[in-house]
């Protein structure tokens, strides 16, 4: 995919970052809240948004399909649905995260879901995938209500930063049609 491409839902736009969203995104991505199990430790973007977003060059990522999530009605960027690790455009891990003043409203899984049918859309993959920290009760209610399927519980498994037992969820292209 060359450019990824917008999403209309709703409520929300899912668009590539741009550097005026710089403010919108620093008030929730340092939230340590957000990171109680994300697996992966703080990267720049994290620590300090507003000097990452400030150098273009750091939005130009290529390989990972990372859609923001804009809230229409209040115009500003609340979130983020990202594929990474992608595999011989076959497979990609998918994560999320929803500013805690957005969380409760519907909002991560409506886009989640948006974002899923348009990777299936846009792109060639097969296999979408995520690892959900036991603990991540919201994470895994989520990804149950959008269709995702358990496929099973890997022990003490080392994810990123983060030693714990995971549950691995995925959603193929058949489970799209
Ligand atoms: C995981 C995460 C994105 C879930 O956010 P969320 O807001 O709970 O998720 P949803 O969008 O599915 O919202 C669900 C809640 O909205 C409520 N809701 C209210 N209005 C709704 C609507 N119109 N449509 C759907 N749900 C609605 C649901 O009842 C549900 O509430 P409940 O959890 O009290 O039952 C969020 O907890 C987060 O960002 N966590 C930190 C990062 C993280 O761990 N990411 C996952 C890594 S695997």
Redesign the pocket.
Known sequence: MKKLPEITTERLLLRAAKTSDAEAIAEWISDRK?YE??SAKPLPLELNPLDFFADENNLREIDTLDWFIYHKADKKVIGEVEFFDIEDDYQTEL????STKY????????AVKAAVKAVYKHTKINRIQ?H?DVR?I??E??IK?IGFRYEGTIRQLKFYDTISDFRLYSFLRTDND
């Open positions: 957000l199990f994300w994560s999320y995260r929803i969380q409760g409203s519907g909002y991560a899984a409506e995520t959900i991540n919201k994470s209610n989520l209500k």
